[in-house]
């Protein structure tokens, strides 16, 4: 194991704006949600919504002021980050409106999520436009890290929701905490990981073919770190307990450049996933499902959301049933959120659900293209630890959903109902905007700091 060459800035390579490219896939992006939205009228009523052209001006308008905000502020930004995120949105809410034609999964969702996203994209260009230099939110490292500290403790006084505690409801409204503070502890862990890269990788005992830094550097963030995770195992969130494991031990990694680091994370990852398994019903019972997707249907009692998630992908087959003309209801209330993904592969097959994928691939890709580029340490973690975050939350879900992994009940990026993942997920895409711009700028200003 060594240690990388971390402060060696990469060359200088002037790149061009591409703003007229980022608009072309904006109306490509728009155009696409706009016919899946007419696509399930037809198939279930026989007609275009008669609310399509709103709609379409609707998510048009936004992504216009998305990319006015971009131009103006973040010339040199990455120009598919924002089309991508787009597109994702407007695919989200045309699956949440087709599920809404299914009267036995509840109330309608679509208008809900419109407004969340609505509330995103301007959040979105609020990020834009007043985040300037993304190294000034190097300073609030400590501020950022009570605060999520602080968001995750909330929710543990507020009643359980389908066994979590995870929510804050009042007046109707619910807000899951968690899903802010994941930015929030990214934030952190660059930070405090940027200030001390060279203690914790050259510095310390080593153990066997692993050097272990001293307490006095790696205690604080590991403390942080457990602290955050029990809080979530105390919550029976384990699903943003596992995204927040793998944030750390990624930058950790990138940190320190030790390959030593992931084999280290794999192991604990396994030992507590056994543990909370083998102690915890609520998980165990997840477990028992992802090893025996079928035992409830041996048993006599029908399928269960898992074997019927898995009913519907091999449903779909390559081309799928077509928007509308599938039964993924029949997975229950979750097909809103945790099992979204489970209509993509009956409605639109193997290609539809391929595409998705390599969606969030491209998005991931371009955060992580942007922290390599990028010239001071603290953006550069901040950029991968951001794109680790969308990276390990589709893994998880998706992973979930066709039985590769237990179930953790989490929001797909973009796809799921959800206003607080919506929010948090379009603010996540302003600040790739904002170090995407900073790492493709032909005049570094770096030498101030």
């Not at 995204?243 to 507590?272: C, E, K, P, Q």
């Not at 990028?374 to 893994?395: E, K, M």
């Not at 953790?408 to 711009?437: E, H, K, Y």
Request: proline residues 5%; contains cysteine; hydrophobic residues 55%.
């Amino acid at each position: 194991m060594s240690a990388t060459t971390t402060d060696a800035p990469p060359p200088l390579v002037l790149l061009p704006k591409r703003r007229g490219v980022e608009l072309s896939l904006l109306i490509g992006a728009v155009l696409i949600s706009v016919y899946g939205y007419a696509e399930v009228g037809l198939a279930r009523n026989g007609a275009v919504p008669p609310d399509a052209a709103g709609y379409g001006a609707g998510l048009g308008v936004l992504a216009l002021l998305a990319h006015a905000a971009v131009r103006a502020r973040a010339p040199y930004a990455d120009p598919l980050l924002l089309p991508i995120a787009v597109l994702l949105n407007g695919v989200g809410l045309v699956l949440i409106y087709r599920l809404d034609l299914e009267p036995v999964l509840g109330a309608e969702g679509a208008p809900t999520q419109l407004v969340w996203s609505t509330l995103g994209i301007g959040l979105f260009i609020a990020v834009v436009l007043v985040l300037r230099d993304h190294r000034v939110l190097s300073r609030y490292a400590y501020v950022c890290c009570a605060a999520a500290l602080f968001l995750m403790v909330v929710p543990i006084s507020f009643p359980a929701i389908n066994g979590a505690k995870i929510w804050i409801r009042i007046a109707g409204f619910s807000i899951q905490p968690g899903e802010f503070a994941k930015i929030l502890l990214a934030l952190f862990f660059a930070a405090y990981l940027a200030t001390n890269r060279n203690a914790l990788a050259y510095t310390g005992r080593t153990f066997w073919k692993l050097q272990l830094p001293t307490g006095r550097v790696l205690g604080p963030i590991v403390t942080i770190w457990l602290l955050s995770v029990c809080l979530l195992i105390a919550e029976r969130d384990l699903g943003t307990s596992l995204l927040f494991f793998g944030l750390f031990v990624v930058m950790l990694y990138v940190a320190t450049g030790r390959t030593g680091w992931i084999a280290v994370g794999l192991l604990l990852s396994a030992l507590g996933a056994f543990a909370v398994g083998a102690v915890e019903p609520h998980v165990h019972a997840r477990v028992e499902d992802w090893l025996h997707p079928f035992a409830s249907i041996e048993a006599g009692d029908g399928p269960n959301q898992l074997a019927q998630s898995l009913f519907a992908f091999g449903a779909g087959g390559m081309l799928g049933t077509g928007l509308g003309q599938g039964h993924s209801y029949l997975i229950g209330f979750a097909t809103k959120s945790d099992f979204i993904l489970s209509t993509v592969g009956e409605e639109l097959g193997m290609a539809g659900l391929t595409v998705l994928l390599v969606l969030y691939a491209l998005l991931v890709a371009r955060g992580y293209r942007a922290g390599l580029a990028l010239r001071d340490p603290f953006g550069r973690l901040l950029a991968i630890g951001l794109a680790s975050i969308l990276a390990l939350q589709v893994f998880v879900i998706a992973g979930g959903v066709m039985d590769l992994i237990p179930l953790t009940g989490m929001a797909m990026p973009f796809l799921a109902q959800g206003g607080s993942s919506v929010v948090t997920n379009w603010i996540i895409v302003a600040l790739l905007i904002r170090l995407s711009d900073s790492a493709r700028r032909p005049l570094p200003d770096a030498g101030a700091w």
